[in-house]
């Protein structure tokens, strides 16, 4: 594990250094230049053979998450790894489980919803190097460019799986600054030759919505599956 903290003053530092754990490789606290900048620096230090990040308020599903995911690339090499999901709303703690499906160029161009999350998307460290790193002057839909080159580069591999919970805020830079991400994300996508989509806070608004009224706790609408790939699978768990 690499921690990677900007510099916090709440004594983050302080607790990721108690911890006596010789998976952790590195850990950093320092001024940086935004999240790109700080997952640039984490990226750097990385040695595995797979990579992926975690934001601060998200976290695996349970203690087995990557041992699923692992499992999954000993059966077969992979350079880009999709798995299910659990979105949660802060406040109310109702849920549901967004399903990977396998993407193509064509339905990440066309379809509004193809949503990854990163925090359930692993890629490999060549696949990395090939990409290079984010750019740092993009700061809040900087993931895109690197989905935007996973997506056009290899055919992922799917885990029918939840692997992370992705807690819904208020206060996430998503929310409070969604106007900008929205225009960030829309000239990536056009850079790269997809054609514009829906808005990634119109999908969250959407589904934020109809957690709020109770409709569906666990919900496959909308979602495409290989033929191989059963969304009513007892692996996934809503």
């Not at 934001?55 to 998450?65: G, H, T």
């Not at 399903?99 to 064509?106: E, F, G, L, N, T």
């Not at 109809?210 to 496959?220: K, Q, Y």
Request: one cysteine or more; hydrophobic letters at 40%.
């Amino acid at each position: 594990f690499i921690f990677i903290d900007g510099g916090s003053t709440d004594n983050t530092y302080q607790i990721i250094s108690s911890f006596d754990d010789e998976r952790v490789s590195f850990r950093l606290s320092e001024k940086d230049d935004g999240v790109a900048s700080a997952l640039n620096k984490g990226f750097s230090q990385a040695r595995g053979k797979y990579l992926t990040w975690m934001n601060a308020d998200d976290e695996y599903f349970d203690n087995f998450s990557l041992s699923h995911v692992n499992n999954l690339i000993r059966a077969g090499s992979a350079d880009f790894v999709l798995s299910n999901y659990k979105l949660v709303n802060y406040e109310s703690w109702k849920s549901i489980v967004n399903y990977a499906y396998p993407v193509s160029i064509d339905r990440y161009s066309k379809e509004n919803n193809c949503n990854i999350f990163t925090g359930a998307m692993f890629f490999s460290s060549e696949s990395w190097v090939k990409f290079g790193s984010f750019d740092e002057d993009v700061k809040l839909a900087f993931e895109y460019e690197l989905i935007c080159f996973l997506v056009k580069s290899f055919v992922p591999k799917m885990l029918n799986k939840v692997i992370s919970v992705y807690y819904l805020q208020e206060n996430a830079l998503s929310a409070k600054f969604a106007a900008q991400l929205s225009r960030e994300r829309d000239l990536i996508l056009v850079e790269n030759g997809f054609e514009q989509k829906m808005s990634i806070t119109d999908v969250l608004k959407r589904v934020s919505f109809e957690v709020l009224r109770g409709n569906a706790l666990s919900i496959t609408q909308n979602m495409i599956f290989a033929d191989k790939f059963d969304a009513r699978s007892d692996d996934v768990r809503g």
